[in-house]
């Protein structure tokens, strides 16, 4: 007999007997051997079992760290952003507009040292590109000037041959982007006052009109007036 079976042995119990049974019966129970029924340890069960759990958490883990390391380029990519972003910015005193910077002088001083000053600011005279520009120049200066003739000087000149507009870079006057006032240019000057070379800007009164943006006059050079003087923007860390 193996340690698998099970065996019953023989058990005798004297029946209580009744009045019409005969005496001495006995009732016998007899060895009855069966087999234990072997159920099957399934190790391959228990290894693919604990091999899922490890793959899920293995998993679960992974993704973890794939998440921590995208949230981790996120932010060093938004920190870089940040750092990198540049902007157009102009020196305290200057008033940006465009790519450019525009420094309204409160002094007085005659063309040629005028030039000299934002030649000494690192700019120059300011040269005008466009209708919008000179839009934006004429708002501005007609907010500062305190009378009709407080007007500012810009970098434009025939004081190399007579009549032959040029800029202080160099570039001959682009006809369609001339903003004289009627009668303009004149060659007059004060009493006693060299020719008519150099140009002022200014105008009061209302805005509007067809020739609201004409408001250049030519003067002579050795004239006192304000000036503006123009630079490129530099770019720089926006924060």
């Known amino acids: 007999m193996t340690e698998d079976d099970v065996t ?11 009045e019409d049974e005969a005496p001495g019966a006995e009732v016998v129970y007899s060895n009855v051997t069966m087999p234990r029924t072997k159920h099957p340890v399934c190790s391959k069960c228990a290894i693919d079992a604990q091999q899922a759990g490890q793959g899920i958490r293995s998993k679960v883990t992974t993704e973890r760290v794939v998440l921590l ?36 002088s409160t002094s007085k001083s005659s063309w040629t040292d005028s030039r000299r000053s934002c030649t000494d600011l690192g700019s120059d005279l300011v040269k005008i590109d466009s209708r919008e520009e000179q839009a934006f120049l004429l708002g501005r200066v007609r907010d500062l000037m305190k009378d ?11 004081s190399k041959e ?50 609201d943006l004409k408001s ?23 924060v």
């Open 8 to 18: 019953y042995t023989d058990v005798k119990f004297n029946r209580p007997r009744a």
């Open 69 to 104: 390391v995208i949230i981790g380029i996120l932010v060093v990519t938004i920190i870089a952003l940040a750092v990198s972003e540049t902007c157009l910015k102009c020196e305290a005193g200057w008033e940006q507009h465009g790519g450019n910077c525009y420094y309204f």
């Open 148 to 158: 009709n003739e407080d007007r500012f000087w810009i970098g434009l000149t025939d």
């Open 162 to 211: 007579e009549g032959k507009w040029l800029w202080v870079d160099g570039s001959a006057l682009d006809q369609s982007l001339s903003f004289w006032n009627q009668t303009q240019p004149d060659n007059n000057s004060p009493a006693h006052s060299p020719e008519a070379d150099c140009v002022r800007m200014g105008k009061k009164g209302k805005k509007g009109g067809s020739d």
């Open 216 to 238: 250049w006059f030519d003067t002579s050079c050795k004239y006192p007036q304000k000036s503006i003087c123009e630079k490129t923007a530099k770019l720089s860390s926006c």
